[in-house]
């Protein structure tokens, strides 16, 4: 079964670090481009970052730059979020999802595997 | 960065009718566009990608249209279990940005 389990949320003062986790069952993630959306408390979906399954480039929204970084390891088919300089508009929950695409003359990409989010929250 | 705007921001309708939500994005994703639905306390979940290609699993009664800047995501007769939040997505550029999502509740 095509599966995605998301780990490592928690609490975490203003300015601190946390890396998010993301296992993939049932696919190998380097086939995919792999992203983390997230939600805050009560607010709509955010995208975060995106990693490509060709040569691996990322890309991030402006709110995170600089200070999150997405990355894989192909031997764990595991992804992650490396969250750095933390701040209290960071509380989300964070998803990981699978980009799938279909090819209808241009390449269509959507997320089509997602899993259930891990909790973060920035607070003193 | 393009901004997708949906409407309404909620909704009230009766099971069995028709409903209808529109996204407008502020200039155009030609058919770069996926609906997503999120229950309470799920992950979402992908209903149309491409503008009006359903995803496999998900019941007919969803359908997307649309393309440029004006889609519809359209429910030919509601049933109980679509109360939900509904999302458009847009693809056409990174980043690939959300609505604000509408929230379809049963009368």
């Known amino acids: 079964e095509v599966q995605l389990l998301e780990s490592g949320g928690g609490l975490v003062q203003p300015g601190g670090s946390l890396r998010l986790s993301c296992a993939a069952s049932g696919f190998n993630i380097t086939n995919y481009a792999m992203t983390w959306v997230r939600q805050a408390p009560g607010k709509g979906l955010e995208w975060v970052s995106v990693?490509?399954?060709?040569?691996?480039?990322?890309y991030y929204a402006d709110s995170v730059k600089g200070r999150f970084t997405i990355s894989r390891d192909k031997s764990k088919n595991t992804l992650y979020l490396q969250m750095n300089s933390l701040r209290a508009e960071d509380t989300a929950v964070y998803y990981c999802a699978r980009d799938n695409y279909v090819q209808i003359s241009y390449f269509y990409y959507y997320m089509d595997v997602w899993g259930k989010g891990t909790t973060v929250a920035v607070s003193s | 960065d393009i901004q997708m705007t949906q409407s309404p921001s909620s909704l009230s309708a009766f099971v069995g009718v028709r409903v209808t939500i529109t996204c407008r994005a502020s200039q155009s994703v030609n058919n770069y566009l996926n609906w997503y639905q999120q229950k309470p306390g799920e992950a979402p979940k992908v209903l149309i990608y491409?503008?009006?290609s359903l995803q496999s699993g998900v019941p007919s009664r969803f359908s997307g249209s649309g393309s440029g800047t004006d889609f519809t995501l359209t429910i030919s007769s509601l049933q109980p279990e679509d109360i939900a939040i509904y999302y458009c997505?847009?693809?056409?550029?990174?980043?690939?940005?959300f609505g604000q999502g509408t929230r379809l509740e049963i009368k």
């Open positions: 491409a503008a009006s």
């Open positions: 990693i490509s399954d060709i040569g691996g480039g990322s």
């Open positions: 997505q847009q693809t056409s550029s990174t980043p690939p940005t």
